[in-house]
């Protein structure tokens, strides 16, 4: 299927399938999935404006769908996704004009690449070291399984800083937190969201997580909510600049819709280390996309 907008010819079961995937991923692992969505896309001969673009379009449907059946489990703290969409659109406008800046520079794919590989690479091997950690530290200490933490040193000093205003986030268990270090994590993922063309999830779940000290579930599903926004905003700030290709986000969504719900529901079967442990594979996977992609230079399509 010839799609004219972004100039390239894939088969829509292709597109299809990728929604499915990132739909599971996205409903059990609370991210756009765009760390996966970006470098398959990529891969099909998809242009990497056009993916950036496209791919938070295809998201901002798909978190809707996740985001709905986590409220019904409980997870998700709209207090304080609101209250990240704040810095989180901010970032959004930083990276997408950066993608412009970059673009007419005609480095676009190599910058944005090679910008995605690293920093898939770092937050992989984090969650992959925590998390085991956290295993090991359930059947040796004892201690809770669901929300146990490799890591808690960092969650304790956020929690410390006492630039007001204070505020509380008891659908999170946080009786005190500084709303600026809030707001921060919202900026920096939704610079991410803007630049990579992601939901910013796949920063933002780890950062809930190990910064400000939100249990896992509860992170994933107010990560989803707050993509909705924030993906959402970028899909309009990427629109006007030319940069969605609106039939291809269509068709992906075919199968994101159905992806999302089963994987919302299959988080209610693991616990917190677990998910985490799972979600560290995932960025590498789409590291070596990427990569691929890179380093074979090719413009042919996948049909």
């Known amino acids: 299927m010839v799609f ?28 756009g999935g765009g760390f996966i969505a970006g470098p398959m896309m990529f891969l099909a001969g998809v242009p990497m ?3 950036v673009g496209t791919d938070l379009a295809h ?27 704040i810095g989180t659109i901010i970032g959004v406008e930083i990276g997408a004009q950066a993608v412009e800046l970059i673009e007419k520079m005609g480095k676009a794919n190599q910058i944005i690449g090679w910008a995605y590989v690293t920093i898939l690479v770092v937050i992989g091997s984090f969650t992959a070291i925590e998390s085991i950690r956290a295993i090991r530290m ?11 933490i490799g890591f808690t040193g960092l969650t304790k000093r956020v929690q410390l800083i006492q630039i007001k205003p204070m505020i509380s986030l008891p659908n999170s268990g946080i009786a005190s937190i500084s709303l600026w270090v809030i707001i921060l994590a919202g900026l920096l993922s939704g610079m991410l969201a803007g630049f990579l063309g992601v939901g910013g999830g796949f920063l933002r779940m780890p950062l809930m997580v ?14 989803l909510f707050e993509i909705i926004f924030s993906a959402g905003f970028g899909t309009i700030t990427h629109a006007l600049k030319g940069n969605v290709d609106i039939m291809i986000a269509l068709i992906m969504h075919t199968g994101a819709g159905i992806g999302a719900q089963i994987g919302a529901v299959a988080t209610h ?27 074979d230079g090719s ?5």
């Open 49 to 51: 404006n056009f993916v």
């Open 210 to 223: 190990y910064v400000l000290g939100i249990p896992t579930h509860v992170a994933i599903g107010t990560d």
């Open 59 to 85: 998201m901002t449907g798909k978190s809707m769908v996740a985001a709905r059946r986590h409220k019904i489990l409980g997870h998700v703290d709209v207090k304080l996704g609101v209250l990240m969409i």
């Open 138 to 148: 359930i059947h040796t200490q004892k201690i809770d399984a669901k929300e146990a």
């Open 269 to 295: 079967h693991f616990a917190g280390p677990r998910i985490r442990l799972l979600f560290a594979g995932m960025p590498f996977i789409g590291a070596v996309l990427v990569i691929w992609r890179l380093l």
């Open 299 to 303: 413009t042919g399509a996948i049909h």
């Open 4 to 31: 004219p907008v972004s100039g390239v010819e894939i088969n829509p079961l292709y597109l299809a399938a990728i929604g499915f995937l990132v739909g599971i991923l996205g409903g059990f692992f609370g991210v």
